[in-house]
Every structure is written in C-alpha cells, then in structure tokens.
C-alpha cells in the first residue's frame, strides 16, 4: 500500500547532540511536511517543501533544518536539541493538485535526556 | 491561530451517531471546512471536507449551515475505533500558497461501551 513511512518511531537523545529523523513516502506526492506535536497539544506545522521549494514557518527555530534530496525523502535535522525539543515529529505530504488532503506518517516520538 | 472552536470533549454510546460541532464564524468565500482526527499515538487522518454543500463518504457525514459559520461532523454508528482527537481545520481547497492545515485543539471524542 502506498504510505508515509518513519523512522525511527522513536528516537532518543542526548541534550545538544545532533539528530536526523527521516521520512520518506510511496505516494509520489510532491508536497512535504514536517509537524512538531508536544504532549496533549495539537500538530504544529515547522515547515514544508513545495517540489524542492523550502518553506519555513515565521516561528521555526533556526535550530530545526530540512532536507529534501529527492521526491520520495525528506529529512528533519535538530542541530541542538534542548529539552523542550522533545515531542512527536509528524510527516505529512500530499499532492498539489488535489483538494487539502494530507497524509501523515505515524511519527517518531523524540527523547531529549 | 486556528479559526474554529470546538467542544474540548465528547462522549457517545457505541452504536449511536457521534455528531461533533464546529463554529468557525470568520470563514471566507473561498475557504473549505476540513475534518481530521488523530487517534492516539497515531499521526492525524483526513476524513471529510466541505464547502457549502453537505458531504458525504465512507467515514462520515459533514452538514455545513447555510451561513457557512458552523458545521457537524456526523459518525453515523460510532465504534470503539472511534474514539480519537477530532480537527476541525479551515482552509482554502489547496491549502493556500503554503499549504498549511492550522490546528485548533479539536474535540477529544470518547466512544463508551
């Protein structure tokens, strides 16, 4: 089936160590998406990439970086993480042509120690 | 911020139709009543979207006012399966030029036995 894919589901580490969660999708869909989502509040858009156009939310720390090397990978880089970083990290895409219609991948929960 | 208030919580017998409201009284001509939900530890799931006219597909049912300023997402037969954190999201058809899904803090639904 075609799906969003992450990995890991969980992701555990150490304060200021660098981390790389990655994303990658079956759907062929040009739009991708990065979500942070912290404990009992809802997703919160980070950034997205329009084909190979980078978007940045006006509020997305400059701590927080992305990668997209090709249609299918997106990647999210945490260069510091601090603990208030750890949260769910949900990856959404969907096809520009079409109405609003996202899909997510299940997340990777990150653990900052 | 989102642009639509919901119930924080709900509850529904197993069985009966589940009907979540949604007020989101500054929609404008352009934008779509989208519905999610997010069923825990999961990533969020598109269910139904609507312009003006009521909708419906295999998951629900979405009756939008002829005023536009409110709208219900009906669950005709609620299971246990249902139960989850429901969006209630305003867009434009494609997400405007950023794409975005804005998250309020939903409805959290639970389906009893």
């Known amino acids: 089936d075609a799906m969003v894919i992450q990995n890991p589901r969980y992701q555990v580490t150490q304060f200021g160590k660098p981390v790389t969660l990655s994303c990658s999708q079956t759907?062929?869909?040009?739009?991708m998406y990065w979500y942070q989502q912290k404990s009992s509040q809802a997703p919160k858009l980070l950034f997205h990439y329009y084909d190979k156009d980078f978007n940045n939310e006006a509020d997305t720390p400059d701590n927080f970086q992305s990668r997209r090397p090709n249609t299918s990978f997106c990647f999210l880089d945490i260069r510091s993480p601090g603990l208030g970083d750890a949260a769910m990290y949900l990856c959404?895409?969907?096809?520009?042509?079409?109405?609003?219609?996202?899909?997510f991948g299940p997340g990777t929960r990150l653990t900052v120690l | 911020d989102a642009k639509t208030t919901q119930p924080t919580s709900m509850d529904c017998a197993e069985g009966r139709a589940a009907n979540l409201p949604c007020n989101h009284s500054t929609i404008s001509g352009n934008e779509y009543v989208y519905w999610y939900r997010q069923i825990h530890s999961q990533g969020p799931q598109y269910i139904i979207h609507?312009?003006?006219n009521n909708e419906t597909n295999e998951m629900a049912s979405l009756i939008i006012t002829e005023d536009r300023k409110s709208s219900t997402l009906i669950l005709p037969h609620a299971t246990l399966r249902d139960t989850a954190v429901y969006y209630c999201?305003?867009?434009?058809?494609?997400?405007?030029?950023?794409?975005?899904?804005?998250f309020g803090k939903g409805t959290k639904l639970s389906v009893k036995p």
């Open positions: 999201i305003v867009s434009d058809r494609y997400g405007g030029s950023q794409g975005n899904l804005i």
């Open positions: 759907l062929n869909h040009n739009v």
């Open positions: 609507g312009l003006k």
């Open positions: 959404a895409t969907r096809n520009s042509g079409t109405p609003n219609e996202q899909f």
